[in-house]
């Protein structure tokens, strides 16, 4: 229900006066938002700070320990490496929210990938063709599920764990028990392999930095008309020149040439699977806060029977989200199959699920429903990631790893669970 609450003051009025009293009057604006939000975090609305400081904390521990992980060649991986799991982590949040979980998302996204693998080699189909039978196949699969679960009633643990199965064996069907199907169109390729020109990917920040912007300037303005309390100016440059700064770094470093060999091909720019992520979490973003279908989603997962006294059409919001998760999923696979260059019975297998519902808890996305953000599982994401990569770089092996990653689930899953006990108790 975090979205449907009433929108609070922060503390600041937006009156103008003499230049005296508009500083007083901004810095008492500015020291009430910082207040109000320890006061949130004391209350358990502890949001993405814990995967924040994990990944502050666990990126100076790697640093350290391995200098080679502040490369901009390892910088760049990190992006690209997790970014499969990512996008099948920002669907998870639609279900999460609503407190439901998909447990075949991992073998859902193989079963796309098989499906991309065969129309582009097999058929000869083109790249746009076979993505969109891809993306058709994830919403089928949403549709089924999610029609299982809020029609007939089965509880979505039990339908996703028998789609879990029966995914893993389509998969073998449609490889032939085990081939590999390799991909050799240029453009999917390109997806998870290939990066822009360094000129267009400054311009492409400039573009980020001007919408977000726009975007914060937009929503002061209409708290300011509709007599809602704003953020103070400079707290609004704060939040600009950070995202600036932050942004125009990672793509200084990106630009640098990554190749060990120049004279055999060229490697700088940002990886082009980088803004692919980036328009997903926005799209995301403003489905879940800016519609209302975003805003029913968050109140069929903080009480389902006051969304359908309400009138909400609950059954419709859950099939809703599984079928964007399934979609989802489709998108995490086309990306798993460009960066693999193949597809094989292991895509979308193995580790997939447990990093991708990881990333979303890690994130700050409530495993009971009701709270969370797309935001989440991209900064999740990269906390496995740099987890995955840093320890890869250590040389331990694939069971410490799993080990590691499934420990700090658990943490973030604890917290998680104390926070709401915390709030409940306030």
């Known amino acids: ?90 669907g998870l949040v639609f279900l999460l929210l609503l407190g439901e979980i998909d447990l075949s998302a991992g073998y859902a996204s193989g079963v796309c990938a098989a499906v991309l693998a065969i129309l582009l080699t097999n058929h000869g189909w083109p790249w746009y063709g076979a993505v969109v039978a891809a993306m058709l196949t994830g919403v089928a699969i949403g549709l089924l599920l999610g029609t299982l679960v809020a029609k007939v009633g089965i509880p979505s643990f039990v339908v996703t764990l028998a789609a879990f199965l029966g995914f893993q064996g389509i998969v073998l069907i449609l490889l032939k028990e085990g081939t590999n199907i390799s991909i ?113 989603i968050y109140a069929v997962g903080g009480s389902p029977e006051g969304a359908r006294r309400a009138g909400i059409n609950v059954a419709f919001i859950r099939v809703a989200a599984f079928v964007i998760c399934s979609a989802m999923a489709a998108v995490g696979g086309i990306i798993a199959a460009s960066r693999g260059n193949s597809v094989d019975p292991n895509t979308g297998g193995s580790n997939v699920l447990l990093l991708a519902v990881g990333s979303a808890v890690i994130g700050g996305t409530s495993l009971f429903g009701g709270r969370g953000r797309v935001i989440d599982a991209v900064l999740g994401g990269m906390v496995v990631a740099v987890i995955q990569n840093g320890m890869g770089l250590m040389g331990y092996s694939s069971g410490v790893k799993y080990a590691v990653t499934g420990s700090v689930l658990l943490v973030a899953a604890g917290v998680d669970a104390l926070s709401r006990r915390r709030a409940a108790q306030r």
């Open 1 to 90: 229900m975090t979205a449907l609450a009433p929108e609070k003051p922060e503390g600041h009025s937006g009156k103008a006066g003499a230049s005296g009293t508009d500083d007083r009057t901004e810095a008492a604006g500015i020291a009430a938002l910082a207040r109000a939000y320890v006061e949130r975090v004391r209350g358990g609305e502890l949001g993405v700070l814990p995967a924040v400081l994990g990944l502050v904390v666990l990126c100076a521990f790697f640093a350290i320990l391995r200098p080679v992980f502040l490369t901009e060649l390892n910088f760049a991986n990190l992006l690209t490496q997790g970014a499969g799991s990512i996008a099948i982590a920002m």
């Open 184 to 296: 050799e169109d240029k453009t999917i390729l390109a997806l998870a392999n290939d990066n822009l020109s360094p000129a267009l990917g400054w311009v492409l920040l400039a573009v980020c930095v001007a919408a977000y912007a726009a975007v914060q300037f937009r929503a002061n303005s209409n708290r300011r008309a509709r007599g809602l309390a704003t953020s103070p100016p400079t707290l609004l440059a704060l939040r600009l020149s950070t995202a600036a700064v932050l942004g125009g770094l990672a793509v200084y470093l990106l630009n640098q040439e990554r190749s060990r060999n120049v004279i055999v091909d060229s490697l700088k720019g940002v990886p082009i699977v980088v803004p692919v992520i980036g328009a997903l979490l926005v799209i995301g973003t403003f489905v879940l806060q800016r519609t209302s279908f975003g805003l029913h």
